[in-house]
């Protein structure tokens, strides 16, 4: 089979007619060189970097990569936070015709040093002696790094500590120096090693993050990002005046492709100072759409629900009262029916209330902001309908690592709730016999870095991608997730159950933080629920224990949690509606029990508290979960 090349011509790719991600950068800069690309915070303050000065140092990495013995096709690492230099050293990796390799700033010392050797990484870019701290013992054994790269080298009380030293030692550098020695390279070199990029040449080995054993590297092409670009920009109308927030860590997939699509449409992106001031930056940035997953619009929502339950109980009550009949209106309109005449009066009266809440919800996400983006993992239909009756429609997404991110999205003009939206342009899906989601397209995957077996599992030779996720196409053409394959819950009864949706359900409740649904092969469902600590202080009052583990015991905690369970059970069927319950000591972590896009990880919380999931079985009466 002959090897796709770059087109040999004279004239500068667009934007739009772009084959690699390469010519997708050259064609932005040369498109708006002047406006603003990134923005970060430094000292307190905004500083704006435009797209000539974004290329400039994405070049200086690049040639400073090439200065330490980087060749194309080999393996450069970044082990870091969502920031500017992440950009930069990505697109400065890509622009010598080398490969990046992201790894998730949570990622345990044994998963970097299997990901650092399993890619065969030359070079690693770190963010701070934290993550040096990872690899520094074990820096002997990869013998294939040439140097490590130091962003913040003196950013922590380590620096003094005789434990974490770094100069002296031969293999590691500063970011400012690796950025000094690109600087003596020369420029046209980078241009060379750019355009001689071919399509489908490998850009990225993701390496995705599993329950058990070790992860697998995605490998993803030129072809496959710009596929992807491509698709999105026909489904979003995003232009170049548009600005957004970038917090979602840039080693997942879905904010990798948004780092892409900027290159294509142009856009702002600003990066915010950290996960827990997300929302506080939105409403100093201004932005005009949002991404992120789950986690954060329900940690929006429940900050909204928490203002309302703050009021007094006639004027808490008034509200509730406003919002379930404007989101019961919305639902009628969206499925084609008559409002009715009742209801219309009952939203008329209660305009004044819930705009009220409409205000203040502008006030901290920005007046601008048109709508929300939602992927890697399901999205409860309960938020998306409130965020909708409110002015905010949440487009969700669905896709994995290995199809280049999203394979379905809802979007303007095409959206239903509780579905993730029609297939994207130039993507075939099928539903195989057994329910599993079958995918095929440019945005598919070539397969996993060195693992022909594991790709042979899911890559059949026609293309399909076995997605192992269960799903439905209804007569519109929207897809909707049920579960994932080996999360699906039979029980007892052989009835089918997906565990993320009661999760999604269970979470809306406001003293829930999180919840682990069980029941495979019984009568009934169980959970493991973590608490919302904030909530729960603020209705206990003074004198509420300040740890988790003894609020997680008090008998009035239970008595609430209880409370909820049992009205969030009159909404789901009778075989999968909670019948016991467990409150755990603490919440759940990221890297532990949550994965980086905020998943529960099953199976890792069964193996530490599989005996509170067992004992819960072995106390029920005989007669439990007969209905």
Wanted: aromatic share 8%; net charge positive.
């Amino acid at each position: 089979m002959a090897t796709q090349t770059a087109p040999a011509t004279k004239t500068t790719p667009t934007v739009a007619t772009a084959t690699t991600l390469n010519q997708l950068f050259a064609a932005r800069v040369a498109a708006t060189p002047d406006r603003v690309a990134l923005r970060r915070k430094v000292a307190g303050r905004w500083e704006d970097i435009s797209w000539r000065d974004y290329r400039v140092a994405a070049r200086k990495v690049g040639l400073g990569l090439v200065g330490l013995g980087v060749q194309p096709g080999q393996t450069v690492a970044i082990l870091a936070e969502t920031r500017a230099e992440w950009s930069f050293s990505d697109m400065g990796i890509l622009g010598i015709g080398a490969v990046t390799v992201p790894i998730y700033h949570s990622s345990t010392e044994a998963e970097v040093c299997f990901i650092l050797g399993d890619s065969g990484t030359q070079v690693l870019i770190l963010e701070n002696l934290d993550q040096w701290a990872k690899i520094r013992k074990n820096l002997g054994k990869l013998e294939a790094i040439r140097k490590v790269v130091l962003m913040d080298p003196a950013d922590t009380e380590k620096t003094k500590a005789k434990d974490a030293p770094w100069e002296g030692e031969a293999k590691v550098m500063t970011f400012a120096a690796l950025l000094a020695l690109g600087e003596k390279g020369d420029p046209e070199r980078f241009e060379e090693l750019g355009a001689s990029a071919t399509p489908e040449q490998p850009v990225t080995f993701i390496y995705t993050s599993g329950t058990t054993g070790n992860p697998k590297g995605v490998v993803l092409t030129h072809d496959n990002g710009i596929a992807e670009c491509a698709a999105l920009a026909e489904a979003l109308t995003i232009s170049d005046d548009e600005v957004t927030v970038a917090f979602l860590p840039l080693a997942h997939v879905f904010a990798r492709v948004l780092h892409w699509m900027q290159l294509r449409a142009g856009y702002v992106a600003a990066f915010a100072e950290s996960i827990p001031k997300v929302v506080d930056t939105l409403g100093e940035v201004q932005p005009t759409f949002f991404a992120a997953v789950p986690r954060i619009y329900e940690k929006i929502h429940a900050n909204v629900v928490s203002g309302i339950n703050a009021k007094s109980p006639a004027v808490r009550r008034a509200i509730t009262w406003g919002l379930e009949g404007w989101i019961e209106a919305d639902r009628r309109r969206r499925e084609g029916k008559s409002v009715g005449l009742r209801l219309a009066i009952r939203c008329k009266v209660a305009a004044p209330l819930v705009g009220g809440v409409k205000k203040k919800l502008a006030q901290k996400l920005g007046a601008r902001l048109k709508y929300f983006i939602s992927g890697g993992a399901p999205l409860s239909a309960e938020i998306a309908a409130f965020f909708n009756t409110l002015g905010y429609p949440i487009y969700e997404g669905y896709g994995l690592t290995e199809t280049t991110a999203a394979t379905h999205v809802n979007k303007p003009g095409s959206h239903k709730i509780g579905t993730v939206g029609r297939a994207v342009k130039g993507l075939e899906c099928k539903i195989a016999p057994d329910g599993e989601i079958l995918v095929r397209g440019r945005v598919v995957m070539r397969g996993y870095h060195a693992n022909e077996k594991a790709t042979s599992e899911v890559l059949d030779k026609e293309g399909w991608f076995a997605t192992g996720d269960i799903g439905e196409v209804d007569g519109d053409g929207f897809l909707r997730i049920t579960d994932r394959k080996k999360d699906l819950i039979v029980n007892a009864a052989g009835k089918n159950i997906a565990p993320q949706n009661i999760e999604n359900h269970l979470k809306t409740f406001r003293f829930i933080s999180q919840a682990a649904i069980f029941g495979d092969k019984q009568r009934f469902c169980v959970a493991l629920l973590t608490l919302n600590e904030a909530e729960l202080k603020k209705e206990l009052g003074a004198g509420a224990p300040e740890k988790t583990a003894d609020l997680a015991r008090l008998p009035k905690v239970r008595e609430l949690l209880q409370e909820g369970i049992n009205a969030k059970n009159k909404e789901l069927p009778s075989y999968m509606q909670v019948k016991y319950f467990e409150i755990l000591p603490k919440d759940f972590e990221v890297g532990d029990e949550l994965t980086p896009s905020l998943k529960v990880k099953r199976k890792v919380v069964k193996a530490k508290y599989g005996a509170m999931v067992d004992k819960m079985y072995a106390d029920a009466p005989a007669g439990a979960g007969k209905d």
